[in-house]
Nanobody
Framework: QVQLVESGGGLVQAGGSLRLSCAAS????????MGWYRQAPGKQRDLVAT???????NYADSVKGRFTISRDNAKNTVYLQMNSLKPEDTAVYYC???????????WGKGTLVTVSS
């Protein structure tokens, strides 16, 4: 089994910054992609950013230039640096890992980010 634990959410004013962290543990073998998704109230869960074990990144258009995803492979940890936050960034942010060896996704429980105007 694989477990994901997120941290770093909270309340911030518009224009501020937050850094999310997600540590993965368990049976993690080989190639994988880690990422962040978010779900605002009443909306579907959407991609924010992903990063492969080789370091290739992908971002939603809405966060490009403001958010940066990174990872520490030795610690199986992924980070999301969020700058210039906007009220529309308010959502529960979920950490995800897709492990090629299993062909499966695993999810964290989520961390709430609230951006006040």
């Amino acid at each position: 089994q694989v477990q994901l634990v997120e941290s770093g959410g909270g309340l911030v004013q518009a224009g501020g910054s937050l850094r999310l962290s997600c540590a993965a543990s368990g049976s993690i073998f080989g190639l994988n992609t880690m990422g962040w998704y978010r779900q605002a109230p009443g909306k579907q869960r959407d991609l924010v950013a992903t990063i492969t074990s080789g370091g290739t990144t992908n971002y939603a258009d809405s966060v490009k230039g403001r958010f940066t995803i990174s990872r520490d492979n030795a610690k199986n940890t992924v980070y999301l640096q969020m700058n210039s936050l906007k009220p529309e960034d308010t959502a529960v942010y979920y950490c995800n890992i897709y492990i090629v060896y299993y062909g499966k996704d695993y999810w964290g429980k989520g961390t709430l980010v609230t951006v006040s105007s």
